[in-house]
């Protein structure tokens, strides 16, 4: 697997939400999306920079649940996944996209994933 692969898997466990790579061709009431966009790579460690996009039939909805994934990523994924040995949330803020009815709120994530 991927380090994204690995992220993805791990909040979607974790969440018990819908996460995946690319927005789903039929959207769900509530869902996350996982990109990476940038971070360096050693033969053991990656460190890697990922866009979580948190999306919600309202900007409430998807704020809290923006928090909820903010609060998981930072407090209990590095200990409920032994590949994850570093999660942080560097920012979190309303993202709001004009082409979609629902209302999305993105977090910039640093995490720290030991490669097999």
Known sequence: MTPEEILIKALADGLRL???GDVPAT???AFVTVERTGGAQTRFLDHGTYAVQVWAKSRANAGKLAQTVASYITN???TENAHIGRS???SL???PDPDSPLERYQL???AVITLS
Do not use: A, G, I, K
């Open 93 to 95: 803020y309303h993202f």
């Open 27 to 29: 959207r769900p009431d």
């Open 76 to 78: 209990q994924l590095p």
């Open 108 to 110: 910039t994530v640093s």
């Open 18 to 20: 819908r996460v995946s």
């Open 88 to 90: 942080t949330v560097e």
